[in-house]
């Protein structure tokens, strides 16, 4: 296992998946960054050399917030929301959906598990 800005990286899987597990970061931008380094979508991560592997660190944390630094960030905008008496806000701190969805029928699950 390589650990990568706080994250552990299995072994037998591939990069370009075993990016994935960073918390912001899915399929597409994890091609992206194979594709900026130079790394092969076949090449498993035991299989990185140490200068790729601090390439690849370097790169994730200059350009992508990932991790405990990207959930910090949705949690102060969450609480900003409530903060300025918004829609949104309330419809966060009610444990209802925020971005129109139906809650007659639907949205029942979320609204009795948060009670």
Same mark, same amino acid.
């Given at each position: ?16 998946? =075993? ?6 970061? /899915?399929?597409?931008?994890? @091609?992206?960054?194979? %594709?900026? #380094? ?7 991560? *035991? ?9 690849? +660190?370097? #790169?994730?944390?200059? *350009?992508? #917030?990932? /991790? =405990? %630094? #990207? ?20 419809? @966060? +701190? ?8 139906? +809650? @007659?029928? *639907? =949205? ?8």
């Amino acid at each position: 296992m390589i650990f990568i800005l706080n994250t552990n990286l299995k072994n037998e899987k591939k990069v370009s998946r =075993a990016l994935c597990e960073f918390f912001g970061l /899915g399929k597409q931008v994890s @091609h992206q960054i194979c %594709d900026q #380094l130079g790394i092969s979508d076949k090449i498993k991560v *035991n299989q990185l050399t140490n200068s790729q592997i601090d390439q690849l +660190t370097q #790169l994730i944390s200059q *350009n992508y #917030l990932v /991790g =405990a %630094d #990207l959930r910090r960030t949705i949690k102060q905008n969450i609480k900003r929301l409530v903060s300025i008496s918004s829609y949104r806000g309330f419809r @966060h +701190t009610a444990g209802l959906p925020v971005r129109g969805q139906r +809650t @007659h029928t *639907n =949205a029942k699950t979320i609204r009795t598990r948060k009670k």
